[in-house]
């Protein structure tokens, strides 16, 4: 498989972006989790591909650019689907299965099938979780960035805090990932990039 470059994710953003202002909250957030991902693999874990951890966070958020209208309002009731709305744009384009999943698989800690049913989701009846460990990374890394207005970083007790309302079971999720590819340092992307930590 071809990873695209950077150059080439960008290009593919700034094409469906609807506007310059939602070009630069996603693509800045992708950018962000990029980099988050890429500290928890600093220590190089020989079982996972960096380049393709690379591409899946640059990708993972594309499909919010479908998600605004033409007043460029975005859906925050359909937000939810950005995952699945991801999933198929990358898929139209032409991207492998394994770069589409990346937008799939990385809301939340993953949702099951019973959470789509039990919660009433938007959703097709399937599961979106993480199966590899370049997903479960990239979602891993997604928690500690917010898109909120404004942008923001958050610390792992305050992710955990807000994911608790959806069950004990998910925090688990959360802090079994911890366990596995420790606590980021955000100081230096919170220097970086100007956003506060929430």
Do not use: W
Request: with cysteine; net charge negative; glycine share 8%.
């Amino acid at each position: 498989m071809i990873i695209p470059t950077d150059e080439e994710i960008r290009a593919l953003h700034e094409r469906h972006a609807p506007t310059e202002a939602a070009f630069e909250l996603v693509y800045t957030h992708c950018e962000i989790v990029c980099g988050i991902a890429e500290q928890l693999l600093a220590d190089g874990d020989p079982g996972v591909d960096a380049g393709l951890v690379r591409a899946g966070a640059l990708l993972h958020d594309i499909g919010v650019y479908r998600l605004y209208d033409d007043a460029g309002r975005i859906d925050h009731a359909g937000y939810i689907r950005h995952g699945v709305l991801g999933y198929e744009l990358l898929r139209d384009e032409g991207f492998p299965e394994v770069l589409c999943r990346f937008c799939s698989c990385h809301t939340g800690v993953g949702i099951t099938r019973d959470d789509v049913r039990n919660q009433g989701l938007p959703l097709p009846a399937a599961d979106y979780v993480a199966e590899s460990r370049e997903e479960e990374l990239v979602m891993y890394a997604d928690k500690f960035h917010t898109k909120s207005d404004p942008p923001a970083f958050l610390t792992a007790a305050s992710y955990a805090a807000r994911l608790r309302r959806f069950g004990e079971d998910k925090v688990a999720r959360f802090e079994a990932m911890r366990e596995r590819y420790g606590t980021p340092d955000l100081a230096p992307l919170t220097a970086a990039y100007g956003h506060t930590a929430a």
